[in-house]
């Protein structure tokens, strides 16, 4: 803002005078910025409650769902044996468990070492006197790690090798002795640790860890087996094995996908049956067909998606040179086409707009069009522009859409994309420079041959990269020219023609919620099952293409009972894999030490090379072990001690599981074995399981705290005080007062927003009209307070707390703690009705809540309250402000001008005057 010194000549308060001239534009300025900011403080009141209406919203869409309060309590007659909790899917009554076994890791302790022995010790000092000595740590899924240890090697050194090997291993100093464990419990998780020679052998029998074991024997003959004293037959030996192991492996692998299809296939049979039934009911087979795309899509790819009249569906694919969106569509021969969507701006004279960034318009001629403010009788939005004649030019200005056929063409850039020998391409910049896919930025030789890094400055950077371009991959970078060919007036939003197609007079009997919402989720079962990546060729009569096929034609031939019929066949083809699977699985653990040779890619030179060198040292080892286990060679420490790595069992109703782990999850049921109970019905405990009564009383006492909460808030803000006489306070108004007046004055309006709201009072009526209806179960019409839950009334309860309700027998309600608990009483007795009536009732006030949430013009999808208009109100407002401040500024300009032209002629007269009196000697 200018200083302005003024008055020096008239003597006059020249701001005090203008103040008040332009007083009454300063009013209406504070007066819009007032209404504004009060604007802003109801936003923000309605988005704090509108969070918590949505959140209760949340809350009763689940709770009208039987799941919700399918709830169950567990007990076990001996908790030292196990201890079991139930999920909601638990079946009630009573099960008998065994623990047979509890699982556990595998231990090994070292025998004892010389007293002298610390971390330090090498095994020379041990009295190993070997060479480089080869020890095995075998997991007991096969898979072998080797570890080499020489006389140098220390104790620590070995420790920290055997914990490298995938096992947890330590030294106590205390008791001169190695402790091994595995790191989880179960069979697959043990290990052992056995000789890969003989010198390995004896480092571990120094070691004090050479001990004799079930697992310990086993390892050595999963080697031993495939012995021969005849070298070259000993490699064929194993050569043979590994090639049964890998077809074995290929056989699971194959019945594993061919079985994952058969048992998904049931579900995607039924829900394609039932898809194809709902379709038949729809009157239009066109509109069946869009249907099943439609509903095939999420409601933002509906939103962001275009749909022709044949029912194609076009997706975003680019923008034009002018920014316009381009869709496309490619048929089943690969053919595209494409859709350019205009978005234009018109008046109701036909005049074309430009649409501003700050929300204003632009026309032809230049004019900038604001809003007024106003709006027209349909609640469009009125926009202005001043003539140069001072004449107000009004019109109201409205978005259109439309949608053209184009055809693409690619043409060149003329810039290169170049791509270096190690594969790295390089995209120009407009600088010069190029952006390597490296991350990096690179400047390109005069002779287009060798590429070097360079800074932010263009500059080379030191030490970076440089690399040589490979000629034969540099191309022109195209882009795509769109040309305009005819307007589509069949083209829509997707979400547009789900819309018309449910509006549509011969579908609304047909087309209800619940049936959209069944067709939608049977489509996206049939969706999921043909999307899904499927390892077998579509040829298997067990791929998810030669299922699809089959089902469809089995529907075709004979409806719902031809896929019956079909899919009834799986059974068998199910059990027929699975015996496969079986046979494969033992020849992979009969031959599960050479996992890691079997898998090796020989499909390259190194591959080969790398096989070879395995097979060559497999072969060895298999020679060693041989040595290792003749008669009275192997030397055990008999104060060592291997307890081997188990998996748990447990018989739950006389059918056995196993675990690597203590924990089981079974039918509902979360066991976790302790101990062992031993086997046979005498030694069982039992699991009893039942509805938990408690459990649905909580979830009831916890849906009406929330309702509770949010209904006195309602309640509280819709009777608020008044603040009438009460606006928001200008600057200079603040100042004039301490911040605990400013506080307590804004807090005033703040507190009054919501006062007799219109669409506060509809929010809270369809709750409580909600919560006070009847629900009729089994034929018998039941309210809240049939199961001693009901309101104070308006005599008795706390002030705007009348809508709330309480439970009798509440132990947390002062009110009602002492009235008889009917609640808990039904929902021992007959928690069906209890459950059935809550359903209903939390169903009725989602339903209630849910419409008002809906979209609208003036509201946007979940807000109770017209958002959108508010802030349509808000951005007016800013316009408001900004005209009314110009106007003040410029009314102000005007004046000061004129009193700055009488300050002029006043100063020149008071000259003249000065003169005139010095002439005649004054």
């Not at 234009?344 to 707009?353: A, F, M, R």
């Not at 079962?525 to 990546?533: M, R």
């Amino acid at each position: 803002m200018p200083i302005r010194i003024t008055g020096l000549n008239s003597g006059l308060d020249t701001e005090a005078i203008i103040s008040a001239l332009v007083s009454s534009y300063n009013y209406k300025t504070n007066k819009y910025k007032k209404a504004q900011t009060k604007l802003s403080w109801k936003q923000d009141a309605w988005k704090t409650l509108n969070t918590k209406i949505y959140s209760l919203y949340s809350s009763v869409g689940s709770l009208k769902l039987s799941s919700a309060y399918n709830l169950k309590s567990t007990t076990v007659s001996d908790s030292t044996k196990a201890t079991v909790t139930a999920s909601n899917t638990a079946p009630s009554g009573t099960q008998s468990l065994n623990i047979i076994s509890v699982a556990q890791a595998g231990y090994l302790t070292g025998g004892q070492l010389d007293s002298s022995t610390t971390t330090s010790t090498t095994l020379a000092e041990l009295g190993y006197t070997g060479g480089d000595a080869k020890i095995n740590v075998t997991k007991g899924d096969g898979t072998t790690t080797s570890v080499t240890v020489t006389q140098g090697t220390t104790v620590a050194n070995f420790v920290a090798e055997l914990k490298d090997a995938g096992v947890s291993a330590s030294y106590d100093e205390t008791n001169h002795r190695i402790f091994v464990s595995s790191k989880n419990t179960g069979k697959d998780n043990d290990f052992t640790l056995t000789g890969g020679n003989t010198d390995g052998v004896s480092a571990l029998y120094k070691l004090g860890l050479n001990v004799g074991s079930k697992a310990t024997d086993a390892t050595y003959a999963t080697y031993e087996k495939y012995y021969d004293a005849d070298g070259n037959q000993l490699q064929q030996n194993v050569v043979d094995a590994i090639k049964k192991y890998q077809e074995a492996q290929k056989t699971y692998e194959t019945d594993t996908a061919k079985n994952a299809n058969l048992s998904a296939s049931y579900g995607y049979a039924s829900a394609y049956s039932a898809m194809m039934e709902a379709l038949a009911k729809v009157p239009s087979a066109d509109d069946a067909k869009k249907l099943q795309k439609l509903l095939g899509m999420t409601a933002t790819q509906r939103v962001d998606s275009l749909m022709d009249a044949d029912g194609n569906v076009y997706t975003e694919a680019d923008k034009d040179s002018l920014g316009n969106t381009i869709y496309s569509y490619k048929d089943e021969n690969g053919q595209v086409s494409y859709i350019r969507k205009m978005v234009t701006y018109s008046d109701t004279d036909g005049t074309i707009y430009t649409k501003n960034d700050d929300g204003t318009y632009t026309d032809g001629d230049g004019h900038v069009w604001s809003a007024t403010g106003e709006k027209d009788d349909d609640g469009n939005t009125k926009y202005s522009y001043t003539a140069e004649d001072g004449t107000v030019k009004t019109a109201v200005i409205k978005e259109n859409t439309d949608y053209y056929n184009v055809t693409a063409t690619e043409t060149g850039t003329g810039r290169m994309k170049y791509t270096d020998t190690n594969g790295v391409t390089y995209t120009p910049n407009d600088d010069n420079t190029f952006a390597g896919s490296d991350g990096n930025t690179y400047k390109l030789s005069d002779d287009g041959t060798t590429f070097t890094q360079v800074d932010s400055n263009g500059n080379a950077v030191s030490g970076g990269k440089t690399a040589t371009v490979d000629t034969s991959k540099t191309e022109e970078i195209k882009k795509t020219e769109y040309h305009q060919v005819a307007q589509n007036s069949d083209i829509k939003r997707a979400t547009d023609v789900l819309s018309d197609i449910k509006d549509a007079e011969a579908n609304k009997d047909i087309l209800t919620d619940d049936f959209i919402s069944e067709l939608t989720s049977n489509i996206e079962k049939v969706n999921t099952f043909e999307q899904a990546e499927d390892t077998l060729d579509s040829t298997d009569a067990s791929s998810r293409a030669s299922i699809m096929s089959a089902v469809k034609d089995a529907y075709a031939s004979n409806g719902t009972t031809g896929v019956t019929e079909l899919t009834n066949t799986y059974a068998a083809q199910i059990t027929a894999n699975k015996a496969e699977m079986d046979t494969a699985q033992d020849t992979m653990n009969d031959n599960k030490v050479l996992s890691k040779l079997a898998s090796i890619d020989t499909s390259t030179t190194e591959g080969v090379e790398e096989y070879n060198k395995a097979l060559t040292e497999f072969v060895s080892e298999v020679q060693n072990v041989h040595e290792i286990t003749k008669a009275g060679s192997a030397q055990y420490n008999t104060d060592a001690k291997k307890i081997d790595g188990t998996d748990s069992e447990i018989t739950l109703n006389g059918i056995t599981y196993t675990s690597s782990l203590n924990t089981y999850s079974i039918n509902g049921l979360s066991i976790t074995a302790l101990q062992a109970t031993g086997a046979g019905d005498t030694n069982a405990i039992s699991i009893t399981t039942s509805t938990d009564t408690q459990g649905i009383y909580d979830k009831i006492k916890d849906f009406l705290t929330q309702y509770n909460s949010l209904i006195n808030e309602i309640t509280s803000l819709y009777n608020a005080d008044s603040a009438k006489g009460y606006d928001p306070l200008t600057d200079e108004e603040k100042d004039a007062m301490s911040d605990t007046e400013v506080e307590k004055w804004e807090q005033k309006i703040k507190d009054s927003l919501l006062r007799r709201d219109d669409s506060l009072e509809a929010v809270m009526n369809a709750m409580t009209s909600s919560m006070s209806k009847g629900v009729e179960v089994n034929g018998k019409t039941y309210y809240l307070s049939n199961f001693g839950i009901k309101t104070l009334g308006y005599l008795n309860a706390p002030e705007n707390q009348q809508n709330a309700y309480h439970i009798d027998g509440d132990s947390d309600d002062t009110a009602t703690s002492g009235n008889t608990d009917k609640l808990m009483s039904m929902i021992t007795s007959d928690p069906d009705t209890v459950v059935a009536f809550m359903q209903q009732l939390t169903g009725n006030l989602y339903d209630a809540i849910g419409d008002k949430m809906k979209s609208s013009s003036v509201s946007s999808i979940y807000k109770v309250y017209n958002d959108k208009e508010m802030a349509s109100e808000y951005s007016d407002y800013t316009d408001l402000i900004k005209k009314w401040e110009q106007k003040l500024q410029d009314q102000e300009d005007y004046y000061y001008n004129k009193f700055s032209a009488m300050e002029t002629a006043l100063s020149k007269l008071n000259s003249q005057t000065s003169s005139l009196s010095n002439l005649f000697g004054g």
